[in-house]
């Protein structure tokens, strides 16, 4: 059996996670980056994505979006403006989240118009909206 970590899953409303961990996968802004029991200290900025967990041989998963990790002695604190389990994940308002993204992204304007359309902020939102529903159909698989 893998050395136990302790994981820690913050949001700015509550403590979401606080428990014993055999491994633990993050959605960092440069890739996934997995942490196991002795790893380096290190902070990285988080993605939005699924973070999985390993506890007892269990794989368990969380969407996380925004924010960002830190791992130090044996601890990973996982500080996100958004952590959510697979089950309460509205696919519904994800779908259509989604939907609202891509129609602003089609419609966006120009530097030359009187708006200018924040491409990135609505790319973060479709972002958003797709992991939201794999986190949460994978779940259900």
Do not use: C, W
């Amino acid at each position: 059996m893998a050395e136990p970590i302790t994981l820690r899953i913050i949001t700015p409303e509550r403590i979401v996670l606080d428990e014993s961990a055999e491994s633990v996968q993050v959605p960092a802004l440069d890739g996934s980056l997995g942490i196991l029991a002795r790893h380096a200290p290190l902070v990285a900025a988080l993605g939005a994505g699924e973070l999985t967990y390993t506890k007892d041989g269990s794989k368990r998963t969380m969407f996380v979006a925004g924010g960002f990790v830190e791992v130090r002695n044996d601890t990973v604190r996982v500080v996100s403006d958004v952590s959510e389990p697979p089950g309460d994940i509205d696919v519904e308002r994800a779908v259509s989240a989604g939907e609202r993204a891509r129609e602003r992204l089609h419609q966006r304007k120009t530097e030359h118009d009187e708006e200018v359309f924040d491409v990135a902020r609505a790319e973060g939102s479709l972002r958003r909206a797709m992991m939201r529903q794999f986190v949460a159909n994978r779940a259900r698989q």
